[in-house]
């Protein structure tokens, strides 16, 4: 009803209505003006019950910068967060220059108040905040705080900000304990800084304090750098390992599948898709009719979900297509390529082109294994899924009859025939199997992009290539051969860049089946013709 | 695998009316209909249309290579769509270079490399003013890139989907490589805005249907070399390779060496063909020969029956001739349909339009059989 109200208005109401705000606002400002006045006119406290703080906040926003900047400074010592509001209120019927004036005195405050909060995240962003507020002010703040911190990097962060507001300082001494202490700290952050205090000590005419101070830290810079190549091999590993466990998860189902039947399902990365489709629509179901409380669980309802419902596709489609193309491995290749033509297509016109899943908040963040090491949590998850993985299916291959009727058609479909093993039924249910794989990737990697029609395309030639370098019928040459394609990938790239790391990879596969041709772990066996 | 018909019985009877009638249709009639009758009349072939077809023989040039190495020899290459480029890419450097001082920037440097402030011609680009480099270049690129990857591959024994997934890694890697801007090859919107060749401007109609002659007698040539190669010695090696590479192997020959031969061969009439798209078309962009347009090529070759000639290329001009109809008139119906025809196609007409209609004419002749047969009956 207001809205109808608000947009039948004529526009001489709102006129009107904007010229009765704004002598408002006149009004206000001159009764603040006169507020101010009078308190000048005092000069000294005008009641005895105000305290120094309550004093100071009256004289905020006097006109003399002499009064304000003494103000302030007691507003800054006596002052907590409770006093937030009322600054917030003066500032918002102050000039410019006092408004400018009270920014910092209120972001110092923030910033204070937060540092003894509950939250670790907030405590360990409020001392990177004072740490670039410049205020020396905060060091006494920063160094009480940290003595009584619990959590190491949230610890970290304040003796760091602490020791870069120490180097704006003027104090000879308390400059070189933050150089060597920030050298200690391996502070990134420290490094301009640093350099600054280096270019200040090499001038002609510097002092011999400034050459000393200029000496350490040299020496800190040489530690600080020293460290960075270090957490950057490691981050590098990480990422390399992230990337490994991604192309595995992706390619072990492609691996089984080959290994058994020799056939490469094209269709591999859009079964992932499809993977995460369904867990975007268990997103979306929880949404619509479970409590928001319920909402982090969603995630792990998923996985099931993804995995039924790429199974039952690998099911549908093992019966309905490659089932009759037995023994033709290309054209099932061709076959199969053509079913992930229509699969996309058909999430691009149901789906649309961008869809994404929220990742629950037990997945979000990371962890900080050491200094300038930040690993997420998303990334860690998919290392520890893609290990979950190949336990579980090393127990079903090596610990289920399913399994052994598996390892059996692997090495020998005719004579296991002729053993009495169902080999069609069992290339159905491990096909299925390696679809429902594929779903359980597709769920994985909703953590670290879009769920989009073409998600299966991104990895997918990536793990084709996992599969043959790896070699057929061995798990252990999927593993192997992911870590070294995802290891290489991330190794290479930082020299190489992107796309020339992947021609590089190519060159070196390759290469590598020049030696392998049948990849690393073959089958031996008196086969002429594989 | 082992069909009867595929290798032809009758050696020299095939190159018959069918051929003639084509040539007689494509080289002859088609120009005709584009320059006689006036342009409001049904029978009137538009500019376009010739345009549009002589893109379409060009790549049928490429589906005659890909039908030799996998129809005959059965080695899938997932990665002809490279060759394609690399040949499209050497004419088309050519073209950008004889724009001139007629670029939006007016200088003798590519549009492109202006853009990118790339200040002197790259080093490989300079043999590419002369004619006859591009012309040779958009053929011996190619020829020499199957070379030294064929032998590596086929040296090794990398074959069936080790070798499909090697070429369309291959095909991946080249479409990352050529979107690039600084390897100089134009990035994502490739090379393009073609003004003329040797002096003729790409825009005449005449032009074009010069080029489009050119297509259809490149086709042909093309048509008799491949069917030179399968009807000789090693024509039969290729087939027996397909069919049983062991007894091959153990027969006495060196299946790599006829598999190396083969997969330049069709390198080479990829580049052939990519060499006459770019004029035609006018543009070429690493879109044309990434992994997906690399597997339509393969589709093509299904579509019109693996293993015969005639099949390649009647499946390149249908196949090419439904999505130029169907992208306009149901642009996303055609991914479906695509999709479909892979599926279709291989999972219910292995011999393609050529094995249907070979079906129908079998059909027919026991039809015609019965019917002349019953009589004699009558009388006996």
Redesign the interface.
Known sequence: MRNVHVTRLSCSGVAAIVTRLSLGLLVLAGIVCLVAGQARAAGAPPSPVLTPLEQALTQIASDDDAVREAALRVVIEQGDSTILPRLEEIRANADRSVRLAIKPVMDLLRNRAKLEGPDPDARRSAATDLGTLGKPLAIPWLEQAAAKESYKWVRYTMLESAALLKLSGQDQAAKLGAVNSLGDLASQNAVPALKDIVAAGSGAEATEAQQSLADAANASIERIETWAVWSTAIETLFRGISLSSILLIMSVGLAIVFGLMGVINMAHGELMMVGAYATFMTQELFKAFLPATMFDYYFAVAMPMAFLVAAGCGLLLEVTVIRFLYGRPLETMLATWGISLVLMQAARVYFGDLTAVAAPAWLSGGLQVMVGVYLPNNRLFIILLSVICVITIYAILFRSGLGLRVRAVTQNRNMSACLGIPTRKVDAYTFAFGSGLAGVAGWALTLIGNVEPGLGQNYIVDSFMVVVTGGVGKLAGTIVASMGIGGLNKLLEPSLGAVYGKVCILVLVILFLQWRPSGLFAIKGRHADS | MADPHDVNPQPGRDLGLAFWLTGFVLLVLMPLLNVLPPEDSWLHLSDFSLNRFGKFLAFAILALGLDLIWGYT?V?SLGQGVFFGLGAYCMGMHLMLTIGKESVYGSDLPDFMVWNQVKELPLFWKPFYSFPVAVLGSMLVPTAFALV?GF??F????K???F???T???A??AW??F??NETNLGGTNGLTDFKQLLGFRLSEPGTQRALYVLTVLCLGGAFLLCRWITRSRAGRVLIAVRD???RV?FSGYTPANYKLLVFVVAAALAGLAGMLYVPQVGIITPAQIG?LPS?EM??WV?VGGRGTLAGAVLGAVSVNLGRSVLTNYFP?LW??I??????VV??LF?DGLIGIMRQARERFGQLKAKATALPEEELG
């Open positions: 059965g899938l990857f590596l591959a040296r090794s024994r990398i069936g989907v080790y499909a997934i090697i369309q890694a291959l991946l890697v990352l490589v979107n690039r049983s590479e062991p192997v992994v597997l393969v589709i299904a996303e991914p479906f695509l999709g479909g025809l892979f599926v291989v999972l292995p």
